[in-house]
Structure formats: C-alpha cells, structure tokens
C-alpha cells in the first residue's frame, strides 16, 4: 500500500490521523512499511504530524495546571496563568527541536553503519516514532496521573522497527545504528527536558515562535525564546556532524576508546591538602559509544566529595548543544542555589546549598570529556578547584 506520491502531505485531515495513529501503534512493522513509500516534505511532516500531536502534551498540562494545580506533602500550588502558559508554549516549540534535532542526528550517524542518508526519511523516523511519547502526554491533563506518561517509552519500541526500514540499514549493521539512536534520543530527551525547565523557569510570555518559523527553519538560524535567549541551529547541526566524524572515527580505529586507566591517572594525588582515599575505573565503547570512566574520592576530615571524569565518545558532540544556546538560568532556593551557562561554547552546571555544605560542579572538554566534582566541601570554590586539577590539555591529546 503506497500513497499518492504528489500528496506531500503525511495525512489528510484528523481522520487520517487518528488512522494512522492506531495503526503505529497497534500494526508499527506493517505501517513503517507504508510510511517508508511515502513522498513528503519536512514542512508537511512538521505541520502535519508533529504539530497537532506535540501539542497534546502541553495543552494537557496547561489545562491540568490551572484547574487542578500541583500538590504533595499538603502543599498545593496552583501556577499563575501567565506561567502556565509559558510552560506549554515554550514545551511545544522544543518538541519540534527535539523531533529536528534527532532526525539530524540520525541523518548524521546513517554512513557509520552503511545505512542511506535522507533528511526527510530521518525525519520520518524521528516524528513518527515520537507518537506514543506525545499521546502519553494526556495524563498531564490531571497532574496526579502524570506518572502514567513512562506508557509513552514504547515510542522506544517504535524507533526501533522504523529506523532499519527507513534508513535502509544493512543487517548486520541494524543492531548497532539502532542502539546508538536510542541512546541518542534518551540524552536528547534529557537536554530538551532541561532546557524547558531552565527557560520556563525564568520567564512569562510577551510572544512566541510561531509554528512557521519552526517548520520552515532551514539548518541554519535561530530559534528566539523571548526573555531567556535564543537557540542557535546552526550550532545544534554542527554538533550531530562533529558526532559523525567522531562515530566513524571510532568504527574504523582512527580514534580510539580511551583507555580507563589513562583516565584514572589524571585524577590527583591529592587537591589543596584533601587527600585521595578510592581510586577505580572502568571502560568500554561500542559504535561510537564511550565508556570509560575513572573517578576518585578525596577527603578532609568528615568531608569527602568524588571527582570523576567520563569519556563521553561520539555522544559528547551532543554537550556542545549547550553552545547553541545563548543566556542562562538559575534558580535560587531557601539555602542554596542551581545555575547551569555557557562557558566558551559549553554547558556548564553547578549546584550549591549552603546547609548541607553539599553541591556538584561539571564541565566539559574538547567535547568529548565530562569533568564533574560532586559531594560535601567548604564552598562551591572548592569544588570548582577540584575540576580545575584535571589537566584539560592532556585530557585534550588523549581525544587526539
């Protein structure tokens, strides 16, 4: 069953939609077949899946939010309009930069494992699959069921048949393109999540993005979020390809997986008087995938806090995202605060609560290294010292 290859659109009307909504979920490997056919546009793959369907999640919360508010431990908030409102629209135009920013990356990956690049395929795969992730989204209508959302990981389960159809994987190269993917779009999920929860946090709508701007961005230009910034995709695109290079390094030796203890012998001794009590490491990669990972415990007196550094592999290109975004965030609490910017084209995060004497502070290098000091310490100063006594130079010739 194929379509009508000059209907560029990928259904016709809310019929065709609910249609083909119960035949991806119920009937996935027999539709993926169809949709594989089909002649369309990103424009009209955007505006006439991804738009309707990602505006469930955001429309669910907003009404869920203003009726029925937020409670536990016998505390009940219910937000203002204005920040509601905020919340859903700035939800729903990141679903669209999720759904772009994932189709790229599998665009991207496709020649590491002898699959066929295809924007619009990649597309494909990327908003289809997000199907039971954006129904799951109408629990949020009542906040207390919103836990009933984790229904929409079966969108896993959908990546998965699609994507070796769509992108004309080779068998034997199936397994490994699809593992990589979903790793991928679990970090998107995650970046993504974070990102709304940074801006919404600081702002109230005057405007916003509309739906075509969206849909028509090519992969250059940004995306404005009024009050908190804007999204460069230009950057995010660079990112997916810098993850390219570096998977197909990878796959073909050119760039090896970095050997856990080399890693494990950057940790210190010891930093400015605590000492090192644990030592260990451990490693791995697989299709562009690191693994390897050392980490140390140091302490002094009845304080102790862990420094670790991770080998992200291919998948540290995706940290680079957090240049992509230009201003900040923060938020402040009773004893401490979170703030998470950009610094020299990187996200950096650190959180600190007074209290506790207890905070995090991570970083990345060269795109590739995460470098985070978590645990209890004097002030966040020390544990920025603590980041700061791993070499970034030789962490540098090690990615080289």
């Not at 924007?119 to 289809?128: C, E, G, N």
């Not at 159809?165 to 190269?173: E, F, G, Q, V």
């Amino acid at each position: 069953m194929a379509t009508n290859p000059d209907n560029l659109q990928p259904n016709d009307g809310h019929r065709a939609i609910v249609d083909r909504v119960k035949r991806i979920l119920l009937q996935p490997k027999t539709e993926w077949a169809v949709i594989d056919t089909e002649a369309t546009t990103t424009t009209a793959l955007l505006k006439g899946w991804v738009a309707p369907l990602a505006a469930i999640g955001p429309i669910a919360a907003l009404i869920g939010a203003l009726v029925f508010g937020y409670g536990a431990f016998g505390i009940h908030f219910r937000p203002s309009i204005g920040s509601a409102v905020t919340t859903a629209l700035v939800s729903y135009v990141m679903a669209f930069v999720g759904v772009w920013v994932l189709s790229l990356i599998i665009n991207a990956l496709a020649p590491t494992f002898e699959a066929t690049k295809n924007p619009v395929q990649a597309l494909k795969v990327a908003a289809y699959a997000a199907t039971a992730g954006w129904l799951a989204g109408i629990f949020q209508i009542v906040p207390s069921l919103g836990w009933l959302g984790i229904v929409g990981l079966y969108s896993i389960y959908l990546l998965y048949l699609g994507l070796p159809i769509l992108m004309k994987a080779p068998p034997a190269k199936t397994m490994a393109y699809t593992v990589t993917t979903i790793i991928a779009a679990i970090v998107v999920f995650f970046v993504i999540g974070a990102i709304t929860t940074a801006v919404t946090s600081r702002i109230a709508p005057r405007s916003m993005p509309t739906l075509g701007s969206i849909g028509s961005t090519s992969a250059g230009g940004k995306v404005t979020i009024p009050g908190a910034g804007s999204i460069d995709l230009g950057k995010i695109e660079a990112a997916t390809k810098q993850m390219e290079a570096t998977a197909k390094g990878m796959q073909s030796g050119e760039i090896k997986p970095i050997a856990p203890d080399a890693l494990q012998a950057l940790l210190p001794a010891s930093i400015a008087g605590w000492n090192r009590t644990e030592i260990s490491s451990q490693g791995g990669a697989a299709a562009g995938i690191g693994g390897s990972h050392a980490e140390a415990r140091y302490r002094s007196g009845d304080q102790s806090f862990t420094l670790s550094i991770t080998d992200a592999g291919a998948l540290g290109a995706l940290a680079t995202m957090g240049g992509a975004i230009s201003g900040q965030s923060s938020r402040q609490t009773e004893s401490g605060y979170e703030k998470t910017a950009v610094e020299n084209g990187n996200m950096v995060s650190e959180k600190w609560d007074s209290a506790s004497s207890n905070g995090s502070y991570s970083t990345m290098v060269a795109s590739r290294f995460a470098v985070e000091a978590d645990g209890d310490a004097p002030s966040i100063d020390m544990l920025k010292q603590a980041v700061a006594a791993i070499d970034a130079r030789k962490l540098v010739a090690l990615g080289n």
